[in-house]
């Protein structure tokens, strides 16, 4: 397969997986799909990240992923 192809595909499936992610976070419900909204939000995350407190910023968004990572594994298998 070219070249293009498999960077294309690599990129289709990050893509889906970002978007999994908003869905996951119940963004999409919570905004009643407002895409302006969710992409607010979203730079408004990008500007913290780029602020002093960064590395606090993500060990708590890190927690927070993770715990809500393994809340919905645990209700999968129930």
């Known amino acids: 397969m070219r070249d293009w192809r498999v960077k294309r595909r690599e990129r289709t499936r990050q893509l ?6 908003i869905a996951k ?4 419900v919570l905004t009643d799909d407002d895409r302006a909204v ?14 002093d407190n960064r590395d ?3 060990l708590l968004w890190r927690r927070r992923g ?13």
């Open 25 to 28: 976070a119940e963004l999409i």
């Open 56 to 58: 606090q910023q993500l």
């Open 16 to 21: 889906i997986e970002l978007g999994g992610l």
């Open 66 to 78: 993770s715990r809500a990572f393994t809340q919905n594994q645990l209700a999968e298998r129930s």
């Open 38 to 51: 969710i992409l607010g939000l979203l730079i408004e995350a990008a500007t913290k990240l780029k602020g």
